[in-house]
């Protein structure tokens, strides 16, 4: 009998010939773009609101619903066509357009303009996420795919902040509209080198049971197995209240920073942009390497060490966010940071395990859906829309406010997640063929 664990088979028996390294850099470049495109957008609030007369509850509506709105409707269409057809030529398109209407933004003249634009933006990155998690899933075996996710992940940190940085310094150099340029036709350069080198591995192949070559199932075939598991119900929605905060605090720590602490929009971008990089790079490689050295013996634990990470957060969060010293806050917002973004590495994985190989680009897509809307779409609004609310209480500081409102969110994903773990195990998918391996072994 084989000295594998059940379900897992050997890379070297098959896996593509294009080399995992290369291929997952480029995924990682790709996804990097994704959010430089994503969130250089917060960085630049600040000149284009007094540029374009805007107010906080615009600015947060352009930011995220806007966005979201197509980015999570058609993302379940898109990941139907990635679970049919070639997932690197989905992915290639995708960011062409992304990229195409990032640079487009660079040309609004009033706030409907830019509106229209940003919805052109989440058009295309609609299909730049989710047939990624299922490509990963095809060029790493189960006891890796926590990691592997991870690293892709961490292009949320490293994109964020070098759209930060980026932004701040060429809007503070020139203009507004130059930073959307130049972003965007890097991200045009970049589409046919990821063609070049993200080919199409077989799906499934590390899987055991799997059926290769089977046609892919219909979004209600997908809803059919998902309908039945409080487990991917749980995660969804709990990842979905994580975000709420996470993309309410990409989009408006910058502003933050520069009207409580009176600095420089570059001043902003730069201090951010670090806390980012450092934190969330820490803290979304650990994650996923937690998750993959405990997991594979307690799966219950993908879905508690973030639980455990969301409820860490919240004290540093009052230290950072209330404290009136910007380096004692920036390096106390370095923890939470880390914390709050380790999450992505073992639900990501989780969410794979719940559905059979031909389904996960689809399944990933329903869990987009529910955690951008909701976190995109209303996260951003609402953090803006509240500090609209206390501005009459607090003038500038309402935005401290109102971030540290936004921390509840954190502790009932948390609650989620703890419920979540308690049928992880029962959800989590295995072929009537493995589980019949596993037992006679």
Known sequence: MSNCQPGVQKAANTGPKTNRVAVMAMLLLAYTFNFIDRQIVGILAIPIKADLGLSDAELGLMGGLAFALFYTSLGIPVAMLADRFNRSWIMTGALFVWSLMTAVCGLA?????????????????????????????????????????SIYSIGIPVGSALGIVAGAY???????????????????VLAPLFKLVVKEPPRGQFDAGAKHGEKAPSVVDVFREIAGKPTFWGLSVGAACSSMMGYGLFFWLPSFLVRSFEISVLDAGLSYGALLFVGGSIGIYAGGFLADRYGQANKALYARIPAIAFVA??????????????????????????????WLGPI?????????????????????????????????????????ILQSNFGEESLRYSILAGTGFYVVAAVLFFLSSRTLARDWYQPAEAAGQATNG
């Not at 203009?175 to 991200?187: E, S």
């Not at 919240?314 to 914390?339: D, E, H, K, Q, W």
Request: net charge neutral; glycine share 10%; hydrophobic share 55%.
């Open 109 to 149: 003249q009033n706030f409907w303009q830019l509106f229209a634009a940003r919805l052109g933006v989440g058009v295309g990155e609609a299909g730049g996420v989710a047939p990624a998690y299922s490509l990963i899933s095809d060029y790493y075996p189960q006891h890796e795919r926590a990691r592997a996710l």
């Open 170 to 188: 060429i809007a503070t150099e020139i203009n507004w509209r130059v930073a959307f340029f130049a972003v965007g036709i890097a991200g045009l």
């Open 348 to 388: 990501l994985t989780a969410i794979q395990h719940l559905v059979p190989a031909n389904m996960r680009a689809t399944a990933s897509a329903m869990f987009l859906f529910i955690n951008n809307l909701l976190g995109i779409g209303l996260g951003t609004a609402l953090l803006g829309y509240l500090s609209d």
């Open 313 to 342: 957060t919240i004290p540093f969060y009052l230290m950072g966010i209330l404290s009136t010293n910007l380096l004692f806050a920036m390096l106390v917002l370095v923890v939470p940071t880390a914390l709050g973004l380790a």
